[in-house]
């Protein structure tokens, strides 16, 4: 890591850490909490969907594990009275695990057939919810405690949430260092071998085949730290709304979670993150221009992508290299 | 460029009404009353007709000087917030709406959305009227939700016990979409017309929500020939299109639902083939309504140039707030205040003929106070509008 | 059963005519077209218009509607396409672009035509009923016929006429047809207008069965994707084949699979990602897209 990089790590984590909350808590904009909460909840899903374009697969199905992770963490909330705190990484997990399954047959595609098939697969998950008698059906899981204390030796190190006087805090806590720790998790896999790997792949992967990578086993391996990250981020929707239906998480978020990517810019690891920030910024910001709100959202989607196709992030990178490519 | 220039037209168009009507009424304190649910995709209909029907009633009142409550006069502003039928953006409005000092909120429009605003509701204290059905989310402890409709699980008996006694049916099938909200409602209808002694031919059968051809869905409901069709929880869109199908498949017994429905939508989508429909509405039929209630559609006609038959039931909850608001005004802040209001309320109501009451109602289905009451009308269509075929209540 | 073949057969007329559009963008242009469902609704909305509100002939309607997507979907093509396919590293972004059009024609769909459902009155009353064994209404069976003889001219015009060598010609190899000398903005921008003008006639042709309202657009535009992929990606007859199996598909499952409920679409969408996974071109498609 260059010192330059270093720096900018420590900006961005004074930033979301003491910054963002001490302008919160100066502007009175307490709603921003919940926005900021949900983009870095779903950049982590769309980080996931990012690491799947990086094998050269577009993925439309991350809305489908968001569900799964969100059901497993509600499930063992509410049947098996674990603590959320437990149930997170074991959603990311059951996560990963289904998509080995799934991705083992389905990886062999690619282009559109693939996200024809991932698209498919989000609609596959809503039926199942609504179809099966653990996830309770058309009915939902409602009334989910909020997280519990979590103690080592005697100590507290996570309070319970519902003693606290500002959950809305403390759920930005969570959701930002989740997405620290899956960001920093995905920069560390792209400059690693493994991502030098994964970039064969993208470009040519019979090319990549023929010098003896194992294409299938690390096109699985994305695909199921992808969806790992889809667990997670569903998980972590489910404690703030405290309620999962077989809608929360549909073709549109799976849509969603691609378009953030291609907008922050493909080539740029933190491009999803920019890229949920706005679309889901944009939305909330626009909120005042009433029934003009989705005209005026659509219109600049639109330009910007006419000025710049490759994503936001080619701008200010154009001169030097970006990461990852 | 066309696209640039449309832009920038509907900016300007925005920016300037914005101006406008923060200038019109600057002279009174405002009353902010919120809106969170669905006006935009696929059910932009739900959520549309209930925006409408606030800024209706808003704007008939601030034309008339405004609303007198305790020693003050407000001028009413809707505030609202599309949360384009995601349970996620559905916390987001509401977040929005506790920032904006906002206590009261109608929507949101569907069961997820509901479910997931609990929580930032009971933490900015603000009192929101669902039009989603689960007992969830009035029932103890939950105390901020007030269903703003007649749920299907009220609804349903009375229909069923009527057609029943007068129409003498025996059988019943059920139909609905493979959506939360209509399968929930066709289970609530189920267990109904089981209590009632019906025989239920038919509850299995269920369409994706955006099916474009129904014969194949009906196909084998038809074949058990039951002497009553639910269509459960039915969208307006689908209605027309799932009555035009069943007859012309020769089906010739009696249809229902118990969703609000617009006449204009069915007499469109299947004609004369919608004659005996039975659904349920608000008190627009003519037989019933009030002076009020013609002045409230014809604003409405005039300001988006079509009513909405669904907006019969949607007047009422902002009706209710303010009212409520009327009778303790300490409650504009203070939502203690409005739930202590809510359980001895009562009020004469507007848009119905003769000695009607406003009231909160539901300690038989949720064991406190925690719906507003609407008159439960069943309508029956008739060659493009809806006739009165029983008035019934809710307690 | 007589009956779950017609019905399968109608549904397959109406899918494939919403299919053949979208294959014939993504033939030319590797274009997803995430809007061709809401250009499916403007259509519908368009013809809903002339017909209900200018009280006009049901033809002029149509024509209105294919009119004005044709002009739409070239204008798309020449002023955002195929800039931004110009300057972009990957052909995918296009998708973010699709995605834009498609929620900014759904603002615009409802700003101009309202939110409710709307629909025009049958253009033939009446109901074939052979001994109860086919039940089919006559205004279904003309909209059936119509749409496959639409179909029938579109595969006519594509194999005849020069706009339509030129046309599968770029579809086949867009460097070599540029060298052969075919222009190829040109007949991009005519296939787009084509691909457009196709879903409004869809959608000015059901409008008259099933009416039309805001929401079908995006639901549309995941059936047409679903039926391609059964077909195969970019090729003229595997729409029209993927329209007609998933028409028939639904038709059947539905009758089959009545008694076990909830789970009629699970079983028809899962068993397709089953299809897919071990023949992922589709049934006449190019591997690998």
């Not at chain 2, 009020?292 to 909405?308: D, H, I, L, R, S």
């Not at chain 3, 294959?23 to 469902?37: Q, R």
């Not at chain 3, 069965?209 to 992929?229: E, Q, Y």
């Amino acid at each position: 890591m260059k010192l330059t990089e270093k720096l900018g790590v420590v900006v961005f984590l004074v930033a979301v850490y003491v910054l963002v909350p001490a302008l919160i808590a100066l502007s009175g904009r307490w709603d921003f909490f919940y926005t900021l909460t949900s983009v870095a909840l779903l950049s982590i899903a769309s980080a996931g969907v990012w690491l799947t374009f990086y094998i050269g697969r577009i993925n439309i199905g991350q809305g489908a594990y968001a569900l799964v992770g969100g059901y497993v963490s509600a499930i063992l909330m509410t049947k098996a009275g674990l603590n959320f705190w437990i149930t997170l990484p074991l959603a990311g997990l059951f996560c990963a695990g289904l998509s080995v399954l799934i991705g083992l047959p389905i990886l062999r595609l690619r282009g559109v057939y693939f996200a024809m098939v991932t698209l498919v697969l989000t609609e596959v998950a809503r039926l199942s919810a609504l179809a099966l008698h653990i996830t309770n059906g058309a009915k939902g899981i409602t009334s989910i405690p909020l997280p519990g204390k979590v103690a080592l030796f005697g100590i507290t190190i996570i309070p319970d949430f519902s003693t606290l006087a500002n959950p809305k805090l403390a759920f930005y806590i969570m959701a930002v260092t989740l997405m620290v720790v899956s960001f920093a998790a995905l920069w560390r896999i792209v400059n690693s071998r493994l991502g030098h790997l994964c970039r064969s792949l993208q470009q040519n992967e019979e090319l990549a085949s023929s010098i003896g990578v194992n294409t299938a086993y690390l096109r699985v391996l994305a695909y199921a730290i992808s969806s790992f990250f889809g667990g997670i981020a569903g998980a972590g929707f489910v404690i703030i709304s405290q309620s999962i239906y077989p809608s929360s998480f549909q073709v549109t978020d799976s849509v969603n979670f691609m378009l953030n990517c291609f907008l922050g810019g493909l080539s740029f690891v933190f491009g999803p993150m920019l890229g949920t920030l706005l679309l889901y910024f944009g939305w909330d910001l626009l909120f005042s221009t009433g029934k003009y709100q989705m005209l005026i959202y659509s219109s600049l989607l639109i330009l910007a992508m006419l000025v710049l196709p490759n994503g936001l992030l080619s701008v200010s990178f154009s001169r030097r290299k970006g990461v990852g490519k | 460029m066309k696209i640039r220039s449309l832009l920038t037209t509907t900016a300007m168009a925005a920016v300037t009404s914005l101006a406008l009507f923060g200038a019109a009424y600057a002279a009174n304190p405002v009353l902010k009353i919120g809106f969170v649910g669905v006006t935009s995709g696929p059910a932009a209909a739900w959520g549309t007709s209930n925006v409408r029907s606030m800024q209706t009633l808003a704007k008939m009142i601030n034309d008339a000087g405004g609303e007198k409550i305790g020693d003050k006069t407000y001028t009413i502003q809707i505030v609202t917030f599309d949360d384009q039928k995601d349970p996620k953006l559905s916390i987001a409005g509401m977040e929005k709406m506790a920032q904006e000092g906002i206590h009261y909120v109608v929507g949101p429009n569907v069961d997820d959305g509901a479910a997931a605003v609990r929580p930032v509701a009971e933490q900015n204290n603000i009192i929101y009227f669902p039009y989603a059905f689960p007992k969830s989310l009035y029932v103890k402890p939950a105390s901020n939700a007030v269903l703003g409709m007649v749920a299907n699980y009220q609804s349903a008996p009375a229909i069923y016990k009527y057609l029943k006694e007068k129409k003498g049916i025996k059988t019943v099938a059920f139909v609905a979409a493979n959506e939360s909200d209509p399968l929930s409602q066709r289970d609530g209808g189920v267990e109904a017309a089981k209590a009632l002694g019906l025989k239920v031919v038919s509850s299995d059968v269920t369409y994706q929500v955006d099916t474009t051809d129904f014969t194949p869905v009906l196909l084998p409901v038809l074949k058990t020939q039951p002497d009553l069709l639910v269509l459960s929880g039915v969208a307006p869109a689908a209605a027309p299109q799932l009555i035009r199908s069943a007859r012309e498949l020769g089906y010739k017994g009696l249809i229902s639902t118990e969703t609000a429905q617009d006449a204009k939508v069915l007499q469109e989508g299947a004609g004369k083939l919608a004659n005996g429909f039975i659904s349920v509405g608000g008190a627009s039929t003519p037989e019933i309504a009030s002076d009020q209630m013609k002045k409230f559609v014809a604003t409405y006609t005039k300001m988006f140039g079509e009513y909405n038959d669904e907006s019969n039931t949607k007047v009422y909850a902002l009706e209710y707030i303010l009212d409520t608001l009327k009778a303790d005004p300490v409650a504009i802040n203070d939502i203690k205040s409005f739930k202590a209001e809510m359980d001895k309320f009562t009020a004469p109501n507007p848009y119905m003929k003769g000695n009607e009451k406003l009231s909160y109602v539901g300690m038989t289905s949720f064991g406190q106070k925690r719906q507003i009451s609407v008159p439960l009308v069943v309508n029956v269509f008739k060659d493009g509008k809806f006739d009165t075929l029983l008035v019934a209540r809710v307690d | 059963m007589e009956q779950i073949v017609v019905n399968g057969l109608y549904l397959g007329a109406q899918y494939a005519v919403i299919a053949l559009g979208l294959t014939l963008i993504f033939s030319l242009m590797n274009v997803l077209n995430f809007a061709h469902g809401q250009m499916y609704v403007l259509g519908g909305f368009i013809t809903y218009t002339v017909v209900s509100q200018f009280h006009l002939p049901y033809i002029v309607g149509l024509v209105t509607s294919a009119v004005a997507l044709a002009v739409i979907g070239a204008l798309l093509e020449r002023f955002l396409f195929r800039p931004v396919i110009a300057r972009s590293k990957r052909e995918e972004s296009t998708m973010l672009l699709a995605a834009g059009v498609a929620f900014f024609l759904d603002a615009v769909t409802l700003l101009i035509f309202g939110e409710k459902q709307r629909g025009i009155p049958k253009i033939i009353n009446g109901v074939l009923n052979w001994n109860f064994i086919i039940v089919m209404p006559y205004d279904r069976i003309l909209i059936g016929v119509l749409a496959i003889a639409l179909i029938a001219g579109f595969i006519v015009f594509m194999q005849f006429s020069r706009s339509g060598r030129a046309m599968r010609a770029l579809a086949q190899d867009r460097m070599a047809a540029q060298l052969m000398g075919v222009d190829v903005d040109r007949y991009s921008m005519i296939g787009f207008a084509l691909g457009a003008m196709l879903a409004g006639l869809a959608g000015g042709l059901l409008v008259s069965i099933t009416g039309v309202n805001l929401g079908m657009g995006g639901p549309t535009s995941i059936k047409a994707f679903m039926m391609i992929m059964i077909g195969g990606a970019g090729v003229i007859s595997g729409a029209i084949a993927g329209g007609f199996i998933l028409g028939m598909m639904e038709s059947v499952g539905l009758t089959v699979l009545a008694s076990y409920g909830d789970i009629t679409y699970l079983v028809i969408f899962a068993s397709l990602m089953v299809f897919l996974a071990i023949r992922p071109q589709g049934m006449m498609g190019k591997p690998w897209g």
